[in-house]
């Protein structure tokens, strides 16, 4: 009977002094490549224009050739054929049409000391018949390589700016 007492009482004395454990501070992401483009329509448009990463052709100002899918729009992969004939295959990892939020993950080619890499697209309203594509990447990995890739976005993303204007 005394050793339940003991138990009880180290139960409690454990149990308050675990109560000022306290979670660590979350760090904030810094983004290799962050951009946002207002745009003069309101953000259900630009939405219908990028909610279906499998016709990016089409706002891609010319810079995509061809997407081939596979899958649905949550676990979409496509293998993106540029208008210079190069190839890329990438993968959406998270789709929120409610959010307005999309993330890709870039699959191949992807230099080997990039060892995780992150591309999204949010549209949001800005004001009243205004709205804004916020697209932003980071990569984990070699600095060089990493700025390799950053280039390579930033031109498709520059095409996709223009074709959605």
Same mark, same amino acid.
């Given at each position: 009977m005394k050793y339940k007492y003991i138990l009880v009482l180290f139960f409690c004395v454990a149990t308050y002094y675990s109560s000022f454990a306290q979670m660590q501070a979350a760090q904030k992401l810094t983004w290799d490549f962050d951009t946002t483009v207002r745009f003069q329509k309101p953000v259900p448009v630009l939405w219908d224009a990028i909610k279906n990463p499998a016709t990016w052709a089409t706002i891609s100002n010319g810079y995509i050739k061809s997407i081939d899918v596979k899958g649905e729009t949550q676990n979409l992969k496509r293998e993106i054929t540029f208008a210079d004939g190069s190839k890329r295959k990438d993968e959406v990892t998270q789709y929120q049409a409610e959010y307005k939020f999309i993330v890709l993950k870039i699959v191949d080619p992807v230099p080997a000391s990039i060892t995780a890499n992150t591309l999204a697209f949010h549209a949001a309203t800005e &004001? #009243? &018949?205004? *709205? *804004?594509?916020?697209? !932003? !990447?980071?990569? #984990?990995g070699d600095d060089a390589q990493k700025a390799v890739l950053i280039s390579a976005l930033k031109k498709e993303v520059a095409n996709y700016m223009e074709g959605l204007r």
């Open positions: &004001g #009243e &018949g205004i *709205s *804004s594509l916020h697209v !932003f !990447f980071r990569a #984990e």
